[in-house]
């Protein structure tokens, strides 16, 4: 099992910039892939990127791509959601989540992930 935790949210202006880290605890965190998530009042969560246990293999919703890189260190048994270019619909809540298993996988399927964070507050002002 792993215990996941977010920080680094918080109020930026559009156009802005933040970086959001997933800090675990646990098992090896190199055995998990990880993903980010967000959800905003009366929405349904929403993926955002996720990358692969080794970090070889990212992948982003179309909303994000260009905007946001997700990097990880498994050494610091971190993932990071580097947020460029922020804009007002990027306001949510913002959730880590890994999932382990023999295969790594990425998936924009938030069904697909075991363990999640508690989230942290991103607001874009305009």
Not at 50 to 65: L, M, N, P
Not at 67 to 76: A, E, L, Q, V, Y
Request: contains cysteine.
């Amino acid at each position: 099992q792993v215990a996941l935790v977010e920080s680094g949210g918080g109020l930026v202006q559009a156009g802005g910039s933040l970086r959001l880290s997933c800090a675990a605890s646990g098992r090896t965190f190199s055995h998990y892939d990880v993903g980010w998530f967000r959800q905003a009042p009366g929405k349904e969560r929403e993926f955002g990127a996720a990358i692969s246990r080794s970090g070889s293999t990212t992948y982003y919703a179309d909303s994000v791509k260009g905007r946001f890189t997700i990097s990880r260190d498994n050494d610091k048994n971190t993932v990071y959601l580097q947020m460029n270019s922020l804009i007002p619909e990027d306001t949510a809540v913002y959730y880590c989540a890994a999932r382990g298993g023999l295969v790594s996988l990425i998936s924009p399927e938030h069904r697909d992930y075991d363990y999640w964070g508690q989230g942290t507050q991103v607001t874009v002002s305009s």
